[in-house]
C-alpha cells in the first residue's frame, strides 16, 4: 500500500522534535508499504526533505528517509496521490479542497489526522492498528 507521509505536526511535533515512536513507525511502513513524501518540504525532489529531517533526526533514523520517495504537487497534495493504487496520507492539516478531491475518488475514509498534540503516541497507535 502507498503512504504518503507528511513531516511537521506528523513525523514532527509542532517544536520541531521527533514524535513519540517514530523509529517504530518509520521502520513499519518502510517494511511493509511504500512511503512517500507528501509535504512542503518536498516539490519532486527528496534531496531537501532529507536533509532538513537529518537535523532534526537522530542519525539512528536517517536510513529511514531514503527509503521514503518523492512527490510532485503544486496546489493541492492530493495531485500527487495515486488513485489507482490503495493509500493511506498522514497529514495534520488538510485543506477543505483537498477532503474535496478524496471524497470525490471516494477516498476520504484513506486520511489518516494526525494531531501529536492531542494524542502524542498515535504513530504506535497506527502501527497497533497496522493502519
Known sequence: MNIYLDIDGVLLTKQGE????LREFLDYIVQR???YWLTTHC???AGPTIAHLKRKLPPELHTYLEAVRPT???????DAIDF?????WLDDAVMQSEEEVLQN???????????LQGKPARLKEIIENQL
Not at 510532485?72 to 492530493?78: F, P, Q
Not at 475518488?105 to 494531531?115: F, G, Q, V
Open 105 to 115: 475518488h471516494n477516498a476520504l475514509h484513506k486520511l489518516i489526522s494526525i494531531d
Open 18 to 21: 521527533p514524535a513519540s515512536y
Open 33 to 35: 508499504h511504500t512511503p
Open 84 to 88: 489507482t493504487k490503495d493509500f493511506r
Open 72 to 78: 510532485n504537487w503544486d496546489v493541492l497534495k492530493t
Open 43 to 45: 516539490k519532486g525532489d
